[in-house]
């Protein structure tokens, strides 16, 4: 079975600055993938950034990059130069690889709130 | 052009009637999904269509029954509906590639 825990709840963090939102993982599959999600408050489901477990480089898009370390089983998340536009609910989750079985198993989710 | 799209965006109706949420999506993948996401903001697979055919049913009640009449359409049907079936339910769609598209959502409120 795969899990993915989230610690953060709720985090804040001033504008322009970096944030770390926290995602470890547990699996026994051999091969998996890593995603993040983004969720505004309008409820729709935005794909950011994914890992694969045997990517040799950690994944970058934009702002957006992916601090995976395989050993700890983590694969935090990582915004630069935050924006206003960026407080939304995160998601963390983990696909496995199976046949058929794309499925995502999601973490609770990290609120993240931008001050001004 | 939408790739995943669901419809009704909202649904709102009384308990113990029966109703269906359609999905389409255009982007030519194998595999559509359908994940409900509870008042707590938790996402949890319900089922997993791969070429119209049923792979995951993850233990949700009888009384949801997913159809696919072909590769670009999953829909769920909920009979008898419950207080407990009030959430916002997401259809999406990957194929092998690392992404998976989630429609808008539709938010289901039983009264």
């Known amino acids: 079975a795969q899990k993915i825990t989230q610690t953060q709840p709720g985090m804040f963090v001033q504008e322009k600055e970096a944030v770390t939102l926290d995602c470890t993982y547990d699996?026994?599959?051999?091969?998996?993938?890593l995603f993040w999600y983004k969720q505004p408050s309008s409820g729709e489901m935005i794909f950011l950034i994914y890992?694969?477990?045997?990517?040799?480089q950690n994944a970058t898009e934009g702002r957006y990059s992916l601090n995976f370390q395989k050993a700890r089983k983590s694969a935090n998340l990582v915004i630069s130069a935050s924006q206003l536009g960026d407080s939304a609910m995160y998601f963390c989750?983990?696909?496995?690889?199976?046949?058929?079985?794309?499925?995502?198993?999601f973490g609770k989710g990290t609120k993240l709130s931008v001050i001004p | 052009d939408t790739a995943v799209s669901q419809t009704p965006k909202y649904l709102v109706t009384q308990m113990g009637n029966d109703k269906s949420i359609k999905c389409e999506q255009n982007?030519?993948?194998?595999?559509m999904y359908w994940y409900k996401q509870d008042s707590k903001k938790f996402l949890k697979i319900m089922f997993s269509?791969?070429?119209?055919?049923?792979?995951i049913n993850e233990t949700v009640p009888n009384r949801f029954s997913p159809k696919s009449p072909d590769k670009a359409h999953l829909n769920l049907h909920i009979n008898s509906l419950e207080l407990g079936d009030s959430a916002v339910y997401f259809c999406?769609?990957?194929?092998?590639?690392?992404?998976?598209?989630f429609g808008p959502g539709t938010r289901l409120t039983v009264l």
């Open positions: 999406a769609s990957s194929q092998v590639g690392p992404e998976q598209f």
């Open positions: 699996t026994s599959d051999p091969s998996y993938g």
């Open positions: 890992q694969g477990s045997y990517d040799q």
């Open positions: 989750a983990m696909r496995g690889s199976g046949a058929g079985s794309y499925q995502l198993t």
């Open positions: 982007l030519g993948h194998d595999t």
């Open positions: 269509y791969n070429n119209k055919e049923l792979i």
